[in-house]
């Protein structure tokens, strides 16, 4: 399902600050070298992301499922003088690509990659999280969430990327289809949380902003 004319994407994406020309060639060879490059954010949510971490100015970002890093360079835009970025991916194959375009952002040494199971990751990598992008795999959302949740100081803030699934969380669910069903879970789940105040962005294929109280 697409939410927008192809007109209306167009005419969004002509008044959206541009991306810098490196992000622009990280674009074009995700989309030469890499399998399912239609999950690269793009510049116009990537702008969003920018926003909100210039409004929040986290000390500890966390990106969960990078894919190629194109996010990262704008979620790294709000990070404060003395922060913290994290990103976890699972494919250690996009390692190279993800590090040779990080290398171009001057705020490179501040930026550091797990490679693993986001699952296992997360355990182990533990910070008061400011903000947070979660756009990994569907199925282990609810455990992520309920992983990081704890460890956000009130006000923190986290972004959950896909939650819309092309309009399938409002079609009838076919049986074996696990993925919207996780996603209608974990919304669910949010929307009883009471730890936390949250609402959906129909930006792309939704974002749900979630706010630590």
Known sequence: MEFLSDDLHNYISKHTTE??????????????????????SGHVQGQILKMFSCMAQPKYILEVGTFTGYASHYLVEGLAADGEFHAVEINEELESIILKYWQKNPRFKQMK???????????????????????????????????????????????VDNI??????????????????????????????????????????????VRKR
Do not use: C
Request: proline share 6%; hydrophobic share 45%; net charge negative.
């Open 19 to 40: 991306a810098p020309e490196f992000l622009n060639e990280l674009e074009r060879e995700t989309w030469v070298k890499v399998v399912m490059p239609r999950m690269l």
């Open 113 to 159: 990659l797990h490679l693993g199971p986001a699952g296992d990751v997360l355990k182990v990598l533990q910070r008061p999280w400011d903000f947070i992008f979660l756009d990994a795999d569907k199925r282990g959302l609810l455990d992520y969430y309920e992983l990081l949740v704890p460890q956000m100081p009130s006000g923190g803030i986290m972004l």
């Open 164 to 209: 819309l699934w092309s309009g399938k969380v409002v079609e009838e669910v076919a049986p074996n289809d696990k993925d919207t069903k996780a996603i209608l879970q974990l919304n669910a789940h949010i929307a009883n949380d009471h730890r936390v105040e949250q609402v959906i962005l129909s930006v792309r294929d939704g974002i749900m902003m």
